[in-house]
């Protein structure tokens, strides 16, 4: 998955959610809006225990997130480096 967000990023095909995020003119304003957005929604469907709505939730965090790492020309190794650390 990440290896298309970076693919997204450098070819930027037409019609890509992925790519727009890259070149939306709030700038990573749009992506880190998105992150309180689906964070938020993650939030309510756990606290509602909506397992369902919090897969889907999650998922949209996770994908937000990664395509935030790819902007700031970080990748999972680093991700992996940091969690590593701390365990």
Do not use: C, Q, W
Request: no cysteine; glycine share 4%; aromatic share 6%.
């Amino acid at each position: 998955m990440f290896a298309t967000i970076e693919s997204r990023k450098e070819e930027l095909p037409e019609g890509s959610y992925t790519a727009s995020l890259f070149t939306h003119e709030k700038g990573e304003n749009a992506v880190l809006e998105k992150i309180g957005e689906e964070s938020t929604e993650a939030i309510l469907a756990a606290k509602d225990d909506e397992l369902d709505e919090l897969t889907a939730e999650s998922a949209d965090l996770v994908y937000h997130l990664l395509v935030l790492l790819a902007m700031k020309d970080l990748d999972l190794d680093d991700l992996r480096g940091e969690l590593r650390d701390r365990f």
